[in-house]
Nanobody
């Protein structure tokens, strides 16, 4: 099992930057592919970004491509989401999630991830 704790959320002006962190417990963090998702009020949880176990492969939702960067530090059991040029529509609760699958899987599907953090609120003011 792995436990996930997000941090770094807050209030930021449009055009600004924010970095989210997700700290994982346990010694097997490097065996999990990691994802970031977000959920705005009244909307379904949606995929934001994914990173493979090694960090060599990343994927992004079209809405954040070119603005957000996912990365991980396996020595620190942490995955990050660097958010640049944020927009009001980026306002949501952001969740990190872990998937133990090696190889291909549906990276954008919430059902693919076994473990979730409690979320961190990001609010972008216009």
């Amino acid at each position: 099992q792995v436990q996930l704790v997000e941090s770094g959320g807050g209030l930021v002006q449009a055009g600004g930057s924010l970095r989210l962190s997700c700290a994982a417990s346990g010694r097997t963090f490097s065996s999990y592919a990691m994802g970031w998702f977000r959920q705005a009020p009244g909307k379904e949880r949606e995929f934001v970004a994914h990173i493979s176990q090694s960090g060599r492969s990343t994927n992004y939702a079209e809405a954040v491509q070119g603005r957000f960067t996912i990365s991980r530090d396996n020595a620190k059991n942490t995955v990050y989401l660097q958010m640049n040029s944020v927009k009001p529509e980026d306002t949501a609760v952001y969740y990190c999630a872990a998937n133990p699958t090696w190889g291909s899987f549906r990276i954008g599907a919430t059902q693919s991830y076994d473990y979730w953090g409690q979320g961190t609120q990001v609010t972008v003011s216009s």
